[in-house]
């Protein structure tokens, strides 16, 4: 299966769980305030979230990135209806489209390599053929996802934390 493919498909049931989450709101209480979360503390947490399913993927063949996927994706589309209930959808969208343009895109990269990347190597393994390109893909797509959770957590530290 190529990367592409495998993307394409995370990517199609990253959004139906999203749209399936937006039929459950959550009861998260009242605001006690907002808390100012550093980029450090949101870059490390993201990059640690993203390689431990990469990581994990590989070792459970896939599974662990797919459970990732549907906890985030599902309550992504959780949290989008319950501040609906009290923010307008404008400020919602806005309040994630900021940095979700670059953390989300750095999910689903990291869910489809926690899926691709254990069956390259079966397939490597089984055929007795170690293929570079593979592993060039692996390591590019690898260092995309840094970069995009850098800028992510610079834009919701600066940024997003502020807006509702």
Known sequence: MQFKKTFLIILI???LLFFLGMFF?????KDEGSVEISFN????????????????GIMTLGIYSLFYMFLNFLLLGM??????????????VQTIIFHGFFEIPAMLL???????????????????????DSL????????LIVILTIIAAFI?????QNML
């Open 79 to 92: 949290v989008v209806t319950t501040l609906n209930q009290t923010e307008s959808l404008i400020d919602v």
């Open 13 to 15: 049931i990253s959004m």
């Open 25 to 29: 709101p959550m009861d998260i209480g």
């Open 110 to 132: 990291s869910i489809t390599l926690g899926i691709f990347t254990p069956w390259k190597i079966i397939l490597m393994i089984k055929n007795k053929n170690f293929n570079f």
């Open 41 to 56: 503390e949101l870059f490390f947490h993201n990059l640690r979230a993203q390689f431990t399913s990469i990581l994990l």
């Open 136 to 143: 060039r893909v692996i390591f590019s797509i690898s260092i």
């Open 156 to 160: 919701e530290s600066l940024i997003s």
